[in-house]
């Protein structure tokens, strides 16, 4: 036991890395399709030949998901006012960037796989990095595919059942009964063929991209026609600053909602050792997507405001629907439909192949029973697979999204806050290492007091919430030393 628990120490890193790479590929399969198929967690590492194109993709395709879809109402509900609210996403989107800022100064210096997980050893040491991979087994996985697989039902039951005019529980039952049709359609795909969900993943990025593009061009244009017949569009007959909440739990609600349509800009980092330059890179990477995705979401907020009355866009958390509606009529109400309706789709199923094997690699470590570590290489692992789907299903009954969003951010930022901190004690602890890329210590700081105050904030406005997710990460402590020092999950 002695030297299986040596051996199991001594993988425990190194595959949980090769996992998370894994993830984050799979997380944009549009660019992996063909590294998926050849995927081996035993080989030390992949060929070098990502680039600053693919690496581009792999953040802009996983940030643009479903959060410019779902979030905008709540971020104008909470904010009370257009101005409020475009600040917010401007706000989030500044947060996200100083975060993937930071992010780039530790992978340049760092350029190894595993993202978080690798930063978290260096600075910290194996139990944080640990907590960190349990919180994404139980949370931050499960948790953001149930976000994603709810937004998908939303959508689709609005625009199968919208015009029925049903009773608003049964809509909500509704809603989870779709996303767990889609959920299993999910499963379903990935238990069956790998390249083809592959495939399918390449052609939902170009059709996020054309989604936001259709919102920015009828937006512009319902508005200029709206303009010549001499009357203010959308929600800009009000004054734009009226109605501002004076409450700020409701900012830091409507920040958490606006921050999960910027999250995922942390994915490149999970696979800095297998870009072709990570130093230079990486830090370019994150300077040309995070102002591409910043300037995109806030001009498409404003096509939403454009057309649509404030109270409107404030009651729904599918404006992309109500949005083809006004400009289109029912036709575009059913083209926005399925269109968010496949690029949630695509994400769901990217995230569940990605999730099953970081469950498998668990497995084949102790943390979690090795039961879940079944399924040969290049198989679908077929038990984590389940586990997974078992999760969400839970994540999907108990929660709607503005609750999974603050779970997800609750748990997420807090990491996010550790790890960032981490830029600032590295460099006064390890003021040798090399930095190829070097942010100003303002950027991790600015970073940390805006995520302290969020999660505060997340903490007194959401408490149920919020003890919920400190449970969560709160039962990975005792995981850790159980199975440091025992088998209790099998042989390694
Ligand atoms: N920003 C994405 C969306 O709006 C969510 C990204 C989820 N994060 C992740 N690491 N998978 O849907």
């Known amino acids: 036991s002695e030297r299986s628990n040596s051996v199991s120490s001594g993988t425990r890193n190194r595959s949980f890395s090769v996992a998370s790479l894994a993830l984050s590929f799979a997380d944009s399969l549009g660019f992996t399709g063909g590294l998926l198929s050849t995927y081996n967690p035993d080989a030390p590492v992949l060929i070098k030949r990502l680039g600053l194109f693919s690496g581009l993709a792999l953040v802009i395709g996983l940030q643009i998901g479903s959060g410019i879809f779902a979030s905008p ?70 948790g953001s595919a149930a976000i994603i697989a709810v937004v998908f039902g939303e959508y689709v039951n609005r625009a199968a059942f ?75 007959d009000n004054g734009i600053w009226s109605n501002t909440s004076k409450d700020i739990s409701q900012f830091a609600t409507a920040l958490y909602s606006a921050l999960w349509a910027f999250d995922g800009w942390d994915n490149v980092n999970f696979i800095a050792g297998d870009l072709k330059e990570p130093t230079k890179t990486l830090p370019k990477i994150v300077q040309f997507a995070m102002p591409t995705v910043i300037i995109a979401y806030l001009i498409v907020n404003i096509s939403y405001f454009l057309v649509l009355p404030l109270p409107e866009i404030n009651a729904t958390n599918t404006v992309a629907l109500a949005f ?46 090795r039961y879940f570590a079944a399924g040969e290489e290049g198989k679908v692992p077929l038990r984590s697979l389940l586990l997974f789907a078992v999760l969400i299903v839970v994540y999907v009954l108990v929660g709607n999204f503005e609750q999974l969003v603050i779970i997800y951010g609750v748990s997420g ?39 302290l105050f969020l999660m505060s904030r997340g903490i007194f406005s959401k408490p149920m919430s919020s003890i919920i997710t400190l449970a969560f990460i709160a039962a990975g402590v005792p995981i850790y030393f159980i199975t440091k020092n025992t088998d209790l999950f099998g042989k390694a």
């Open 162 to 236: 919208g015009a029925l005019d049903l009773s608003p529980t049964l809509m909500v039952w509704l809603d989870k009964i779709i996303a767990l049709v889609g959920l299993f359609l999910a499963v379903l795909l990935n238990s069956f063929s790998t390249r083809k969900a592959a495939s399918f993943s390449n052609i939902l990025v170009i059709c996020k991209f054309a989604i936001l593009i259709a919102v920015i061009v009828f937006g512009i244009v319902y508005a200029a026609a709206g303009a010549v017949e001499g009357h203010k569009p959308g929600a800009f």
């Open 324 to 369: 083809g509606d006004r400009v289109l009529g029912y036709t575009g109400r059913l083209i926005f439909a399925c269109a968010v309706g496949l690029s949630c789709f695509g994400a769901l199923n990217a995230t569940m192949f990605s999730s099953a094997r970081l469950i498998q690699s668990a497995a084949r470590n102790n943390f979690i029973p």
């Open 73 to 142: 109402g709540n971020v104008s509900a909470n904010t009370g006012s257009i101005g409020a609210a475009l600040t917010t996403w401007v706000i989030a989107g500044l947060l996200a960037w100083t975060g993937a800022l930071s992010y780039a100064e530790l992978g340049a210096a760092l350029p190894h796989n595993g993202g978080a997980q690798v930063y978290l050893q260096h600075v910290y040491g194996p139990f944080l990095s640990f907590l960190y991979s349990w919180c994404a087994i139980v949370l931050l996985k499960p």
């Open 413 to 451: 930022y807090l990491f996010y806050f550790i790890t960032v901190l981490g830029v600032i004690i590295l460099r006064f602890r390890d003021r040798t290492l090399y930095r190829p890329y070097k942010v100003w210590l303002s950027t991790p700081i600015i970073f940390c007091c805006v995520a």
